[in-house]
């Protein structure tokens, strides 16, 4: 609505912005279109803008509105009035098996829509999700390419076993690292009882991949690509060669022994001048540039169509690069999605998606090559002058050279990863309420691994026939393993839609099965003689063969239904009922129900809700039960198999005998049940511009499916699995989302999201221990109580008796006496003068109470910027590892930060204990000493972008191009030293852990559309 009050003087226009009930709208953006030219409204909708042309138009916008043009046409006074955006208002959010507003849901559901994902250059889905969602925390652990894949845990950890979320891809179940993160449309996490119609398989959560679709118009071409390079995120600062030969002789001298490294050794490592025999180099730093770090990406899509049909077709290649030398990670990739209107009442469609990735490797592991690597002696070379490769460890010290195993090569490891999904669907429209839909999907899943070990060799040097003596590292083999997965679901969806007066009522009725199988073959030859340039079986004549196979099946049989009631569009209602059967457990406990019912109150749509400045406020609550079946395939059955070295004879014939495998069968087993009760407000201010979400729930899980110790008499190799614990998870969840706008087209958003979880164990029938008891959470940190070093030998003689690993001396850790037993063998909780095992205590939990994001960004005019941060916080890291002990395993450098930080008895202000190696596991026991306060922060991404204008574009057919620079993993706010406080979460710090570091990346990257 606009209105024309005077007559056109001095070029300046007086305003008011106001929405459709009059109400101001503070922080309008006015901008003169075509100009730079703009203001902002102030906190009545006023504004005032001087302007250039009489005959200028006005473009006047606001967050959650639809945009507006106001010619002047010789005005002075123009008032403004904008409607509410319609797609803000009926903006869906995918669930289970169909689409909800989202104003409208009455369970804990979180959507990340494509606006907050399209322009981020992340390897996989994980990295998206980080800081995005409340209540769902990801850890990511190893920036191995193509292994990098964070781990999801969903308000908490549920259960003793399996607590990976449900994971499905257009309905599918998939997996995320096979997804091109430019096909994603949407990204839905079900957190609460709302995930029942999933029934057994959403104990853990939900998350619901969706994929682009096409959409009616002319065909848009749309690229996405770019490179990069990237380096290790943090790693310890190690000591030179020369500290380590003094330290390591201080550390053998208080053990009471002789020292290793003369004073001439000594020397020379101080001095560098023999370098080929004492060296100083830092072997970890080179594996970790021996690799190719350059990064690239590539996507290129085509969408389009008529009113009858809709296509989507996409095309990707990712090359991670690597860090270290051999290893790698490559994905080329397709998805079709195809939708066509056969008639008013028929719709099909076919999604068509393939993911080819190759995994490169080393025969040696990577955590075997990142430990060893680590602890090399830096003395030492690990390549002479004349380019052999040597065979270390000459001083008695460090481990093999990891290098020459990469650099040789020792051998590779090529797996060859092949995952199509194709689907099928039909859509029939009954009546206008009434639809019936089937689809049909088969997954295949084929992995090939090649391992390929020769027979190389590294040489030692002889000084005194100046010689190089070689010696073969190993013998070669060659193994070929072929695992092949089947996959097919197939379902029926009856579904009805009726608004009747004030009423509204949705319908659900559905039918699912699944059918999958798991095969395997392996071939392989051991103990070549010799390398061999060939890499298949036949192309080898020496060697022993051996070859073995095996397979499961599994099927789940569902049926379901769901019934949604809108009253008003004030009252909600949803039920859902699921019923489940899986072929994991026997005939008698196959089947089960999972309910679940859920309410809301949009108190905004009352009569009596008259707030200007509240436009939304909704109260809503759930309750439902949920299943978890995650135990493995025939562990109720007992299953035999063939075994070496139990022969029959049979006449002159031995054969290989069958025997029951090493674990015990349980026929009794049945599902673990979660229940889980949720309660949230939603709310949305100042015109939608402010959003506001908050949840508390709890979620109990009982009937916990795990194996408990059982008496060796039985014989078995493994417990059977058992129906025996619970857990309960409490706690609550804050989002908050505003978007705002400056004068001049300046554009803004923060949005910002905390999560708590307090998780203990409720019930263990029976089978409680130290460290896993009633009230611990499960992942317990479980140990002694510090009292600091002792300092003197009198110190010791008045402390009470350390049974721990030997008698202590002075610079050793002292422990508390907490606890001690009484005649009858129970504890008291009093000191009895003996520090022992009875004196552990919990000391906290290593999986963060607390998880929060924080993302905000900006845009104006052709420039953007955006910043994503994660964090977690009230948990502690047991450290561990190359970071406090030195020379751990006997052996690995110290870090740099302990030189002179070391107990003696002129520095007793130390933070470590006194040097040693036969004293470390009296010192590095679990305890206080080495707990520390997990909680970090860290800047997951930054990027900052520019747009081109689209006046310089048109004439080369390109409707947009955008250029960034992205950073991921760019710094972090921690009290740990020396360590990625990421990579450190859950068992503290040690490199022999699997442990490839994770990467900062630094992307250069294309947004282009024509």
């Given at each position: 609505?606009?209105?024309a009050?005077?007559m056109?003087?001095q070029?300046?226009i007086?305003g008011?912005?106001?929405?459709?009930s009059?109400?101001?709208?503070?922080?309008?953006?006015?901008?003169?279109?075509?100009?730079a030219n703009g203001?902002q409204s102030d906190?009545?909708g006023n504004?005032?803008?001087?302007?250039?042309?009489?005959n200028?138009v006005?473009v006047?916008?606001?967050?959650?509105?639809?945009?507006?043009?106001?010619?002047?046409?010789?005005?002075?006074?123009?008032?403004?009035t904008l409607k509410?955006d319609?797609?803000?208002l009926?903006e869906?959010?995918v669930?289970?098996?169909?689409?909800?507003k989202?104003v409208?849901i009455?369970g804990?559901v979180t959507s990340?829509?494509i606006?907050?994902?399209?322009?981020?250059?992340?390897?996989?889905?994980?990295?998206?999700?980080?800081?995005?969602?409340?209540?769902?925390?990801v850890?990511q652990q190893?920036?191995?390419?193509?292994?990098?894949q964070?781990t999801?845990?969903?308000?908490?950890i549920?259960t003793?076993?399996?607590?990976?979320p449900l994971?499905l891809?257009?309905?599918?179940?998939?997996?995320?690292?096979d997804i091109?993160?430019?096909?994603?449309e949407n990204?839905?996490?079900l957190?609460?009882?709302?995930?029942?119609?999933?029934g057994?398989r959403?104990a853990?959560?939900?998350i619901l991949v969706t994929?682009k679709?096409?959409?009616?118009?002319v065909p848009?071409?749309s690229?996405h690509?770019?490179?990069?390079t990237?380096q290790?995120?943090?790693v310890?600062d190690?000591?030179?060669?020369?500290?380590y030969a003094?330290?390591y002789n201080?550390?053998?001298?208080?053990?009471?022994g002789?020292?290793?490294?003369s004073?001439?050794d000594?020397?020379k490592f101080?001095?560098?001048?023999?370098?080929?025999?004492?060296a100083?180099?830092d072997?970890f730093?080179?594996?970790?540039?021996?690799?190719?770090p350059?990064?690239?990406?590539?996507n290129?899509?085509v969408?389009g169509g008529?009113?009858?049909?809709?296509?989507n077709?996409?095309?990707?290649y990712?090359?991670e690069?690597?860090l270290?030398?051999?290893?790698?990670?490559?994905?080329?990739?397709f998805?079709?999605n195809i939708d066509q209107?056969?008639?008013d009442?028929?719709?099909?469609?076919?999604?068509?998606?393939?993911?080819?990735?190759?995994t490169?490797?080393?025969i040696?592991?990577?955590g075997?090559i990142?430990?060893?690597?680590?602890?090399?002696?830096?003395g030492e070379?690990?390549?002479?002058?004349?380019g052999l490769?040597?065979?270390m460890?000459?001083?008695g010290?460090g481990?093999r050279?990891?290098?020459?195993?990469?650099?040789?090569?020792?051998?590779?490891?090529?797996d060859?990863?092949?995952?199509?999904?194709s689907?099928?669907?039909?859509?029939f429209?009954i009546?206008?309420?009434?639809k019936?839909k089937g689809?049909f999907?088969?997954r295949?899943?084929?992995r090939?691994?090649?391992?390929?070990?020769d027979?190389v060799?590294?040489?030692?040097y002889?000084?005194?026939t100046d010689?190089?003596?070689g010696?073969?590292?190993?013998?070669g083999y060659?193994i070929?393993?072929?695992e092949?997965?089947?996959d097919?679901?197939?379902n029926?969806l009856?579904?009805y839609e009726k608004s009747?007066?004030?009423?509204k009522?949705e319908?659900?009725?559905?039918f699912e099965?699944?059918?999958?199988n798991w095969?395997?073959s392996?071939a392989a030859?051991?103990?070549?003689?010799s390398?061999?340039?060939?890499?298949?079986?036949?192309g080898v004549?020496?060697?022993?063969?051996r070859g073995e196979?095996n397979?499961?099946d599994?099927?789940?049989?569902?049926?379901f239904g769901?019934?949604?009631?809108n009253?008003?569009?004030?009252?909600?209602?949803e039920?859902?009922?699921?019923y489940d059967?899986?072929s994991?457990?026997?005939k008698?406990n196959?089947?089960d129900?999972f309910?679940?019912?859920?309410?809301g109150w949009k108190?905004?749509q009352?009569?009596?809700f008259t707030?200007?400045?509240i436009?939304?406020?909704?109260?809503?609550g759930?309750w439902?039960i949920?299943g978890?079946q995650e135990?493995g395939d025939?562990?109720f059955l007992?299953?035999?198999?063939?075994r070496?070295?139990?022969?029959?004879?049979f006449?002159?014939?031995?054969s290989n005998?069958v025997l029951?495998?090493?674990?015990?069968a349980?026929?009794?087993i049945?599902?673990?049940t979660?229940?889980?009760?949720?309660?949230?407000?939603?709310?949305r201010l100042?015109?939608?511009s402010?959003?506001?979400t908050a949840?508390?729930?709890?979620?109990t899980?009982?009937d916990?499916?795990l194996?408990?110790?059982?008496?060796?008499i039985?014989?078995a190799?493994n417990?059977p699995?058992?129906n025996?614990?619970?857990?309960?998870?409490?706690?609550?969840?804050?989002?908050?989302?505003?978007?705002g706008g400056?004068?001049d087209?300046?554009h803004?958003y923060v949005n910002?999201?905390?999560g708590?979880v307090?998780?203990?164990i409720?019930?263990?029938k029976g089978?409680?221990?130290?460290?896993?008891d009633?009230?611990d959470?499960i992942q317990?940190?479980?140990?002694?109580v510090?009292?600091?070093?002792f300092n003197?030998?009198?110190?010791?003689?008045?402390?009470p008796?350390?049974?721990?690993a030997g008698?202590?001396?002075?610079?050793?850790?002292k422990y508390k006496d907490?606890?001690?037993?009484?005649?009858n063998g129970e504890?008291?909780?009093?000191?009895d003068?003996?520090?022992d095992a009875d004196d552990?205590k919990?000391?906290?939990t290593?999986?963060p109470k607390?998880?929060?994001?924080l993302?905000?960004g900006?845009?104006?005019?052709?420039l953007?910027?955006?910043?994503?941060?994660?964090?977690f916080a009230?948990?502690?890291?047991l450290?561990?590892g190359p970071?406090v002990?030195?020379?751990?395993g006997?052996?690995a450098p110290?870090?740099?930060?302990?030189v002179?930080?070391?107990?003696t008895p002129?520095?007793t202000n130390?933070?470590?204990?006194?040097l040693?190696?036969?004293n470390q596991g009296?010192?590095?026991q679990?305890?206080?000493?080495?707990v520390n306060?997990?909680?970090?922060?860290k800047?997951?991404?930054m990027?900052?972008g520019y747009?081109?204008?689209s006046?310089?574009?048109?004439t080369?057919?390109?409707?947009?191009f955008?250029?960034?620079?992205?950073?991921?993993n760019?710094l972090?706010?921690?009290?740990l030293?020396?360590i990625d406080?990421?990579f450190a979460?859950g068992?503290?710090?040690?490199w022999n852990?699997?442990?490839?570091?994770t990467?900062?990346?630094?992307?250069?990257g294309f947004?282009?559309?024509?």
């Amino acid at each position: 609505m606009f209105t024309a009050m005077g007559m056109f003087a001095q070029n300046q226009i007086n305003g008011k912005v106001v929405d459709d009930s009059g109400q101001p709208l503070p922080g309008a953006s006015v901008v003169e279109k075509g100009t730079a030219n703009g203001t902002q409204s102030d906190f009545d909708g006023n504004f005032t803008i001087t302007i250039s042309d009489e005959n200028a138009v006005l473009v006047i916008s606001y967050v959650g509105f639809d945009t507006q043009e106001a010619p002047v046409a010789g005005q002075t006074n123009i008032n403004v009035t904008l409607k509410e955006d319609a797609a803000a208002l009926e903006e869906v959010v995918v669930v289970g098996y169909g689409t909800k507003k989202k104003v409208n849901i009455t369970g804990a559901v979180t959507s990340i829509g494509i606006k907050d994902i399209e322009n981020r250059p992340a390897p996989n889905v994980s990295t998206l999700l980080a800081g995005q969602v409340p209540g769902l925390s990801v850890i990511q652990q190893s920036g191995r390419p193509g292994q990098s894949q964070g781990t999801f845990r969903i308000r908490g950890i549920g259960t003793l076993g399996n607590s990976d979320p449900l994971i499905l891809v257009d309905g599918i179940v998939g997996d995320l690292q096979d997804i091109d993160v430019n096909d994603i449309e949407n990204v839905s996490v079900l957190k609460d009882a709302s995930a029942a119609i999933y029934g057994v398989r959403a104990a853990n959560g939900v998350i619901l991949v969706t994929t682009k679709r096409g959409r009616s118009g002319v065909p848009v071409v749309s690229y996405h690509g770019g490179v990069g390079t990237q380096q290790a995120f943090k790693v310890p600062d190690r000591v030179n060669s020369y500290d380590y030969a003094r330290l390591y002789n201080e550390a053998l001298t208080n053990d009471g022994g002789s020292p290793l490294f003369s004073d001439d050794d000594l020397a020379k490592f101080r001095d560098g001048t023999s370098p080929q025999t004492h060296a100083d180099i830092d072997h970890f730093e080179k594996l970790l540039k021996s690799g190719n770090p350059i990064k690239k990406f590539h996507n290129i899509s085509v969408s389009g169509g008529t009113e009858t049909t809709k296509y989507n077709l996409s095309f990707g290649y990712l090359d991670e690069g690597s860090l270290i030398k051999t290893f790698g990670y490559d994905r080329k990739n397709f998805r079709v999605n195809i939708d066509q209107k056969i008639n008013d009442r028929l719709d099909v469609g076919v999604k068509l998606a393939g993911s080819f990735g190759k995994t490169f490797g080393n025969i040696q592991s990577v955590g075997q090559i990142i430990t060893e690597s680590y602890r090399e002696f830096p003395g030492e070379v690990d390549q002479f002058e004349n380019g052999l490769w040597k065979n270390m460890q000459e001083f008695g010290v460090g481990q093999r050279n990891m290098l020459a195993y990469l650099e040789l090569p020792l051998g590779t490891d090529v797996d060859r990863n092949n995952d199509y999904v194709s689907t099928v669907f039909a859509e029939f429209k009954i009546t206008p309420e009434l639809k019936l839909k089937g689809q049909f999907a088969a997954r295949n899943d084929n992995r090939l691994q090649n391992r390929k070990r020769d027979v190389v060799q590294w040489h030692r040097y002889d000084a005194a026939t100046d010689t190089y003596n070689g010696s073969n590292i190993a013998s070669g083999y060659l193994i070929r393993r072929n695992e092949t997965v089947w996959d097919y679901t197939s379902n029926l969806l009856l579904t009805y839609e009726k608004s009747f007066n004030d009423h509204k009522l949705e319908g659900l009725l559905g039918f699912e099965q699944r059918d999958r199988n798991w095969s395997f073959s392996q071939a392989a030859r051991f103990s070549l003689s010799s390398s061999n340039e060939l890499t298949e079986l036949n192309g080898v004549a020496d060697g022993s063969d051996r070859g073995e196979g095996n397979s499961t099946d599994y099927k789940l049989r569902s049926a379901f239904g769901r019934i949604n009631y809108n009253f008003k569009d004030t009252y909600f209602f949803e039920g859902i009922l699921r019923y489940d059967g899986t072929s994991r457990f026997a005939k008698e406990n196959r089947f089960d129900y999972f309910p679940s019912f859920s309410g809301g109150w949009k108190i905004s749509q009352e009569d009596f809700f008259t707030s200007e400045t509240i436009s939304h406020l909704m109260l809503r609550g759930s309750w439902g039960i949920l299943g978890n079946q995650e135990i493995g395939d025939y562990q109720f059955l007992n299953t035999f198999g063939p075994r070496d070295n139990y022969n029959y004879t049979f006449g002159s014939n031995s054969s290989n005998g069958v025997l029951e495998n090493g674990t015990l069968a349980n026929p009794e087993i049945l599902w673990e049940t979660t229940t889980a009760t949720n309660i949230g407000v939603d709310a949305r201010l100042f015109s939608n511009s402010l959003s506001v979400t908050a949840e508390y729930f709890i979620k109990t899980t009982d009937d916990i499916l795990l194996g408990l110790d059982q008496p060796y008499i039985l014989g078995a190799k493994n417990p059977p699995t058992v129906n025996a614990g619970s857990v309960e998870n409490k706690g609550w969840e804050f989002n908050l989302g505003y978007n705002g706008g400056i004068n001049d087209g300046f554009h803004y958003y923060v949005n910002a999201n905390v999560g708590y979880v307090k998780n203990q164990i409720t019930d263990l029938k029976g089978t409680e221990r130290p460290g896993k008891d009633i009230g611990d959470p499960i992942q317990n940190i479980f140990g002694y109580v510090s009292d600091g070093l002792f300092n003197s030998q009198t110190e010791i003689d008045a402390a009470p008796t350390h049974n721990i690993a030997g008698t202590p001396e002075p610079g050793d850790v002292k422990y508390k006496d907490i606890n001690g037993r009484d005649a009858n063998g129970e504890l008291t909780g009093l000191p009895d003068g003996v520090v022992d095992a009875d004196d552990r205590k919990s000391l906290g939990t290593y999986f963060p109470k607390y998880n929060f994001g924080l993302n905000l960004g900006f845009d104006w005019h052709n420039l953007d910027f955006s910043m994503a941060w994660q964090g977690f916080a009230g948990h502690k890291v047991l450290t561990d590892g190359p970071t406090v002990r030195p020379f751990w395993g006997g052996n690995a450098p110290p870090s740099q930060h302990m030189v002179d930080n070391f107990w003696t008895p002129s520095n007793t202000n130390a933070d470590f204990p006194r040097l040693g190696i036969s004293n470390q596991g009296r010192n590095y026991q679990a305890s206080t000493y080495w707990v520390n306060n997990g909680d970090f922060a860290k800047l997951r991404n930054m990027q900052i972008g520019y747009t081109l204008p689209s006046d310089a574009l048109t004439t080369i057919g390109v409707t947009r191009f955008r250029i960034y620079v992205s950073g991921e993993n760019l710094l972090y706010i921690s009290k740990l030293k020396d360590i990625d406080p990421e990579f450190a979460h859950g068992n503290g710090f040690a490199w022999n852990n699997n442990n490839y570091p994770t990467n900062r990346q630094f992307l250069l990257g294309f947004n282009i559309t024509f």
